[in-house]
């Protein structure tokens, strides 16, 4: 079972990303299987690592489409670091949650489906404290 981790600070510009970034590819490099989840509509976690922001599915398509969320995820030049990739649609994820039952808990869930494939699931998070920070915390185990 993979220990969860989200980075976040309500402030921007704070170092979130590139701690992000930096401790999923030090433990990557340890030996460790690690899933980055860029929950920042900005996307700089996913082209820190190398992969385009212009992509099919992200993040947005996990938590409001519920899509399968290793359908989204995507390989980085890292050995044993993977990338749930993030860009601008996430931006409106925020108004389209408000409706939707259980807001809280749906990156969460889609993290439980594929928990035991991972030693470790880092979540860079926008600079908020909004829901979008919301969902982040209650993934954390």
């Known amino acids: 079972m993979a220990k969860v981790v989200s980075i976040a600070?309500?402030?921007?510009?704070?170092g979130k990303t590139t701690t992000s970034i930096n401790l999923s590819a030090a433990l990557a490099k340890k030996g460790k299987k690690i899933l980055l989840i860029d929950a920042d509509p900005q996307g700089n976690a996913t082209s820190g690592l190398g992969v385009e922001k212009e992509i099919e599915k992200s993040t947005y398509d996990v938590i409001i489409n519920e899509e399968n969320i290793e359908e989204v995820v995507k390989d980085t030049s890292i050995k044993?670091?993977?990338?749930?990739?993030?860009?601008?649609n996430l931006a409106g994820a925020e108004v389209e949650l408000v409706s939707l039952m259980s807001r809280e808990h749906r990156l969460k869930e889609r993290i439980d489906e594929?928990?035991?494939?991972?030693?470790?699931i880092i979540i860079d998070c926008p600079p908020s404290l909004r829901i979008n920070n919301i969902k982040c915390f209650h993934c954390i185990k």
Do not use: A, H, T
């Not at 600070?9 to 704070?14: A, E, H, I």
């Not at 044993?80 to 601008?88: A, D, G, H, R």
């Open 80 to 88: 044993k670091l993977k990338i749930c990739p993030s860009n601008i």
């Open 9 to 14: 600070n309500q402030k921007g510009g704070v």
């Open 114 to 120: 594929i928990n035991n494939q991972y030693d470790y």
